[in-house]
């Protein structure tokens, strides 16, 4: 069954860091899209970043912040948030998105909360 | 960045009751629109891809249309499982945006 798996989130203190992480099953996440989409509580749906063949994009509210990357031995791919705001406290889910058609199959979200 | 305004933000429906959600576009975005639906607790499920193709599961009950900037999400007869949370979002340009979404809820 194709399947995402996330794991990292946590509280954290703002101006903090950390490591968000989506393991892929039947599927490779270096051939495709893989994404990020978070959902403050009680709000819509935002996207964060995309990460294909190399190519990396964001959205203007955490240029600069956050990176996407994999690691293509583990079928594992990743959100380094840096510099941590409160704005940031959100579900991130990860997604794996197929060319043309839109984000298929989604992680089961994990929850992210900044503050002191 | 594109902005996509879906309407109405709240809608209320009887089951059986034939609904329709719009999305519109800040630009064209030719016909990279996808539907979701997303139930309290869970993750989004991907309905409509290409603004009009159903993906494989999905009710028939679901249609999408629309091109460039107006596209439409219509559920022909809504059912129980239907009461939730739709949204928008285009892939013709980075960054990738989302309708503010649109709540099915029971009259």
Redesign the interface.
Known sequence: EVQLVESGGDLIQPGGSLRLSCAASEFTVSRDYM?W?RQAPGK????VS?LYSGRT????SVKGRFTISRDNSENTFYLQMNSLRAEDSAVY?CGR?QY?????C????TLVTVSS | ?IQMTQSPSTLSASVGDRVTITCRASQSISS?L?W?R?KPGK????LI??AS?L?SGVPSTFSGSGSGTEFTLTISSLQPDDFA?Y?C?Q?NN????????TKVEIK
């Not at chain 1, 043309?100 to 298929?104: A, H, L, P, R």
């Open positions: 994404t989409v819509g749906l935002e996207w995309v994009y964001y959205a203007d889910y998105h043309g058609v839109g984000i298929d989604w992680g089961q979200g | 960045d990279w996808a979701y997303q993750a989004p499920k991907l891809s290409k193709s993906e949370t949204y979002q892939y980075y960054p990738w945006t989302f309708g503010q979404g």
